[in-house]
């Protein structure tokens, strides 16, 4: 079945570290890749996605490229700020039977101080 | 577009007591989904339903939850009866095929079971 994997949490960095948060997925076909961040007391909302391999979705300074080769889509960010600390979860869209269903990693909290 | 609309924001009801949580997704979204997130547990996918027909409920804790869409602006989540492991955050989401599935999350419902 498919199943999406990030990388242990929390991550605490100061205000204009470079940010990485791995994830790797396991699916059949050609799954569509997301990521979505959640703030606090909110729900979550997409921040970017790709839809083929080597696809680079990018979003608010946030970028994230679907590597096929590596089963991976990592999120990075060249400089955060403090207003990006939220959780954010991968997540993965296959066809078949789940048509329309989104499978989500464990989410992957991060704050950031000044 | 209001978004998704969820009521009530919170919710505190005692052991044994029924919890109806209600949702209202974007109009003209064909799918809709039902979240729940704990600390312990994560996100978790309920049940989801695609043009008002549930298609999965293999999330469903046990017989006590219960989902319906009557149409298409509205489903409920009933919790009967309710006990304090229920306590979580439970989201509802609604998409639709034309617009890649990118899931539209509402704010929430806090329910808290003492």
């Known amino acids: 079945g498919n199943s999406v994997t990030q990388m242990e949490g929390p991550v605490t960095l100061s205000e204009e570290a470079f940010l990485t948060i791995n994830c790797t997925y396991t699916a059949t076909g050609y799954p569509s890749l997301f990521w979505y961040v959640q703030y606090p007391g909110e729900g979550l909302q997409l921040l970017l996605k790709?839809?083929?391999?080597?696809d680079k979705g990018s979003n608010k300074g946030f970028e994230a490229t679907y590597r096929k080769e590596t089963t991976s889509f990592h999120l990075e960010k060249g400089s955060v700020q403090v207003s990006d600390s939220a959780v954010y979860f991968c997540?993965?869209?296959?066809?078949?039977?789940?048509?329309?269903?989104?499978?989500f990693g464990q989410g992957t909290i991060l704050t950031v101080h000044p | 577009d209001a978004g998704v609309i969820q009521s009530p924001r919170h919710e505190v009801t005692e052991m044994g007591q029924e919890v109806t949580l209600r949702c209202k997704p974007i109009?003209?979204?064909?799918?809709l989904f039902w979240y729940r997130q704990t600390m312990m547990r994560g996100l978790e996918l309920l049940i989801y339903f695609n043009n008002n027909v549930p298609i999965d409920d293999s999330g469903m804790p046990e017989d006590r939850f219960s989902a319906k869409m009557p149409n298409a602006s509205f489903s409920t989540l009933k919790i009967q009866p309710s006990e304090p492991r229920d306590s979580a955050v439970y989201f509802c989401a609604s998409s639709n095929a034309g617009g890649s599935y990118e899931q539209y999350f509402g704010p929430g419902t806090r329910l808290t079971v003492t």
């Open positions: 790709a839809t083929k391999a080597d």
């Open positions: 997540a993965l869209k296959s066809g078949g039977t789940s048509y329309g269903k989104l499978t």
């Open positions: 109009s003209g979204h064909d799918y």
